[in-house]
């Protein structure tokens, strides 16, 4: 599940690995990887993973934005993925290493995005979660949704924005491990309302 993946990234910034449920959650979920920032490599006692640069998508996500969610957020590292491309995407952690924000473009289609969250209504046990939840977002781009789940391994709320602006689909994911019951999709749906106007098309 590749809200687990944000959990172990929330661990330490720049681990985890793409063992994700492809049907699980929202942002091209069908790679596994896509909502993470990227598919990243465990480092071993001898090595380091390599960095990459930071995404163009920090210009439209930058430090200031990431506070509006996070409590003094900090830039996570992109992470060279073992196989193939870097993904397109953009994450900060918040300063106590509880919470971690990401936005990426969606490798599926809005449709695909929706129905695949309702498919998780319907079975969220399938992919190791409870209490999902999935709402029409109005006046966000020419079609949006939020989505909350519970993970149960490891334990971490997360939230989802997923909405269609010019020709792509965006997701914004907010995973948090603390204690927080905060109404993380409000605060996404509000931030994804102000960057818009600066994604890319």
């Known amino acids: 599940m590749a809200a687990a993946l944000l959990c172990g990234l929330l661990a330490s910034c720049s681990s985890g690995n793409a063992s994700s449920d492809a049907t699980a959650s929202p942002s091209g979920a069908g790679q596994g990887t896509t909502v993470s920032p990227e598919p990243t490599v465990t480092p071993s006692v001898t090595s380091s993973p390599k960095t990459l640069p930071p995404s163009r998508l920090c210009t439209v996500l930058d430090r200031s934005a990431a506070r509006q969610v996070l409590t003094d ?35 599926r289609s809005y449709s695909a995005e929706l129905s695949a969250a309702h498919s998780l209504v319907r079975d969220p046990a399938s992919a190791g979660m409870r ?16 989505e909350i789940v519970q993970v149960l391994q490891p334990p971490q709320d997360v939230a989802y924005v997923v909405w269609h602006a010019g020709s792509k689909v965006w997701v914004l994911t907010l995973a948090d491990t603390g204690s927080s019951k905060e109404q993380g999709a409000d605060r996404l749906v509000v931030l994804a309302r102000q960057i818009t106007p600066r994604l890319p098309a």
């Open 73 to 107: 957020p900090k830039r996570a590292p992109r992470v060279a993925p073992q196989k193939g491309t870097a993904l397109d995407s953009c994450s900060y952690t918040s300063g106590d290493g509880t919470a971690m924000l990401t936005l990426n473009p969606s490798a």
């Open 131 to 146: 209490n999902v939840k999935v709402t029409e977002v109005t006046g966000l781009g020419q079609g949006a949704f939020s």
